[in-house]
């Protein structure tokens, strides 16, 4: 009996190591799939759902990527492409909790950049890199100081460029025939003008407050490198400084602002201000062509400078669906989502490509692409683009404008 036992022994302990890796044996990881060959991506994603988390605040982009880009994954890659509403501090906490309660992820890709992905990498949060392994990704125009670097920040393969902008002011020529052309002229224009100026508080809000910092505080170069403190002082204090001089002249006196772009935009087209203001260069052209502005809407350059930056598809380290966002990451930067989303009529975002390095018919696609006569000039837009900085100096302007500036309304 004794030696039967130990014949059995080796068979015994076989059989358990067998049993224990069965129950312990991990699913190959987000970092894994990352790293494996195209067609065994492709192939692991064909027949799934991806969930894109991602902003949902704009009619014409919900309709490129829902009426659009959702058909055509399902069509060639059997993929459903689920969309669901977040941004910015909502998207980090809401994984830093799945993270906390060891839950697998409800979101496979994110729509991101600047401040969220600074935050998203700092908690690592992000799966990579990837991004430099998508076939697609031969095409990037990776001499693009804006898409290069996010607000100063290297990518660094776990963000996916997908869009570029460049923010201008929107004014309506009927009303506004001869605008300001810089920081200095439109503070001007405010207080001969009172009641017709404001903008949001958000995203887009908060960047006309940098475009001020920029001006008002020697030029980008003074908050290159990395944040600090004492530039950001002296420029925080300069931009509440400007805005309390001319808040008098401000919509409503001040006292209250536009929660979004969206609401900015029908203030401007029902004629209670003159000046509306955009991320995107060319929304001013779509939004015409929509009919959601008027048709005299015209884009506007400060000559100190408007910022222009780059926005990035990122993968949580928890996507249940890695694979498959990679596939829908690849798939939006091909040259014909590309060029779709380029269309006034569509989106009007811009390209990250470089239209040179594209195979025809392609290159050829995209110089036929029409301008729209009150598009503003490729030369322009490279003269007076100025490229974001450290994500620190948007957070801390932001807080510091609600807490001087919207917390203390005028009675």
């Known amino acids: 009996m004794r030696g039967w036992r130990w014949l059995q022994l080796p068979a015994l302990l076989c059989g358990a190591l067998?049993?224990?890796?069965?129950?312990?044996?991990?699913?190959?990881?987000?970092?894994?799939?990352?790293?494996?060959?195209?067609?065994?991506?492709?192939?692991?994603a064909r027949g799934s759902t991806v969930t894109w988390r991602m902003w949902r605040g704009?009619?014409?982009?919900n309709a490129f990527i829902d009426q659009w880009v959702a058909p055509r994954l399902l069509e060639r890659f059997g993929i459903t492409l689920e969309v669901v509403p977040g941004q910015g501090p909502g998207m980090v906490n809401l994984l830093v909790t799945?993270?906390?309660?060891?839950?697998?992820?409800?979101?496979?890709?994110?729509?991101?950049?600047?401040?969220?992905?600074?935050?998203?990498r700092r908690e690592d949060l992000l799966l990579g890199p990837w991004a430099d392994r998508l076939p697609n990704a031969r095409y990037i125009d990776t001499a693009s100081v804006i898409i290069a670097r996010d607000f100063e920040q290297d990518p660094g393969g776990y963000e996916s460029p997908w869009g570029q902008v460049e923010y201008a002011l929107i004014y309506d020529s009927a009303r506004v025939p001869d605008p300001p052309r810089s920081v200095a002229e439109l503070g001007a224009?405010?207080?001969?003008?009172?009641?017709?100026?404001t903008h949001d508080q958000s995203f887009s809000g908060m960047t006309f407050l940098k475009i001020l910092m920029y001006a008002l505080g020697g030029g980008v170069e003074r908050f290159q490198g990395g944040f600090d403190s004492t530039a950001y002082a002296a420029g925080r204090d300069s931009v509440l400084g400007w805005v309390t001089r001319h808040r008098a002249g401000f919509w409503r006196l001040g006292a209250t602002y536009p929660a979004g772009v969206a609401e900015l935009h029908r203030l401007f087209a029902n004629g209670e201000i003159d000046f509306s203001m955009s991320n995107n260069e060319n929304e001013v052209i779509s939004k015409v062509?929509?009919?959601?502005?008027?048709?005299?809407?015209r884009p506007l350059l400060l000559r100190d400078g408007m910022l222009a930056n780059a926005h990035y598809l990122g993968i949580p380290v928890n996507a249940r669906n890695p694979a498959g966002a990679m596939v829908v990451a690849?798939?939006?930067?091909?040259?014909?989502?590309?060029?779709?989303?380029?269309?006034?009529?569509?989106?009007?975002?811009?390209s990250v490509l470089d239209v040179s390095r594209l195979p025809?018919?392609?290159?050829?696609?995209?110089?036929?692409?029409?301008?729209?006569?009150?598009?503003?000039s490729p030369d322009s837009l490279r003269r007076y683009a100025r490229p974001e900085v450290d994500p620190e100096y948007h957070e801390r302007l932001t807080d510091d404008w609600r807490r001087t500036i919207r917390a203390n309304t005028p009675r």
């Open 58 to 61: 704009d009619p014409s982009i």
């Open 289 to 297: 062509r929509q009919g959601i502005l008027p048709a005299t809407a």
């Open 18 to 44: 067998v049993m224990a890796c069965d129950r312990v044996a991990p699913e190959p990881t987000s970092r894994a799939i990352a790293a494996q060959p195209w067609d065994s991506v492709l192939a692991q």
């Open 98 to 120: 799945e993270r906390e309660a060891g839950a697998r992820g409800s979101s496979d890709l994110l729509w991101i950049n600047g401040a969220t992905f600074a935050s998203l």
């Open 360 to 376: 025809e018919p392609w290159r050829g696609r995209f110089a036929a692409q029409a301008r729209d006569p009150h598009a503003l």
């Open 189 to 197: 224009w405010i207080d001969a003008h009172p009641g017709r100026f």
């Open 330 to 350: 690849d798939f939006l930067l091909s040259p014909e989502a590309q060029l779709e989303k380029l269309r006034p009529e569509v989106w009007a975002d811009g």
